[in-house]
T-cell receptor, first 112, second 113 residues
Framework: IAGITQAPTSQILAAGRRMTLRCTQD?????MYWYRQDLGLGLRLIHY???????GKGEVPDGYSVSRANTDDFPLTLASAVPSQTSVYFC???????????FGPGTRLTVL | LAKTTQPISMDSYEGQEVNITCSHN???????ITWYQQFPSQGPRFIIQ???TKVTNEVASLFIPADRKSSTLSLPRVSLSDTAVYYC??????????????FGKGTKLSVIP
């Protein structure tokens, strides 16, 4: 059982470029989340989805968009990357909103 | 949005009990308290969740006083492998509608031989 996977593992991106971070879970969880983690700031919620077909904004949504076309996949898109989006991005899922979250291994993104 | 406050770091010797407290003064009625552990270069991992009083599982206990304005994660007899960052999360469970959650900034626990 893979659990939750993220791709790519790391990426260096030029400012202004578009980038999609991929997240897939095989646990049939309804809820999925995207976080960014920066040194000294802990984990901050970017976007979430309570169930397939719905999404919501978290604490720091600006500059990011998500979609939830099916239960398994929850991609995060940076339409035009900026250096302040340099961070480690974690995807997570849970059976329902607020339940135990299972985290992916993370994507380390550097925007130059 | 419940703000959480945790100590930045703690040190402990192997074999001791460690208690990490999280303050969440404006916790909402439908919020639960969850603790996660994170090792370097890995995603956080669930430890324990509770709503009130005491919850215990095979790795930790969670103490929540009646006013729920704080919570304490207790790790019995820590070992070197417990060296990690521990996060407190306050968030609602279930239901529809918007979802706001707040992770604490984490407590870096260093276990000393």
């Amino acid at each position: 059982i893979a659990g939750i996977t993220q791709a790519p593992t790391s990426q260096i991106l030029a400012a202004g470029r578009r980038m999609t971070l991929r997240c897939t879970q095989d646990m049939r969880h309804n809820a999925m989340y995207w976080y960014r983690q920066d040194l000294g700031l802990g984990l901050r919620l970017i976007h979430y989805s309570n169930t397939a077909g719905t999404t919501g904004k978290g604490e720091v949504p600006d500059g990011y968009s998500v979609s939830r076309a099916n239960t398994d996949d929850f991609p995060l898109t940076l339409a035009s990357a900026v250096p302040s989006q340099t961070s480690v991005y974690f995807c997570a899922s849970s059976e329902e909103k607020g339940d135990e979250q299972f985290f992916g291994p993370g994507t380390r993104l550097t925007v130059l | 949005l419940a703000k959480t406050t945790q100590p930045i770091s703690m040190d402990s010797y192997e074999g001791q009990e460690v208690n990490i407290t999280c303050s969440h003064n404006n916790i909402a009625t439908n919020d639960y308290i969850t603790w996660y552990q994170q090792f370097p270069s890995q995603g956080p991992r669930f430890i324990i969740q509770g709503y009130k009083t005491k919850v215990t599982n095979e790795v930790a206990s969670l103490f929540i006083p009646a006013d729920r304005k704080s919570s304490t994660l207790s790790l019995p007899r820590v070992s070197l492998s417990d060296t990690a960052v521990y996060y407190c999360l306050v968030a609602p469970r279930g239901g529809a509608g918007s979802y706001q959650l707040t992770f604490g900034k984490g407590t870096k626990l260093s276990v000393i031989p």
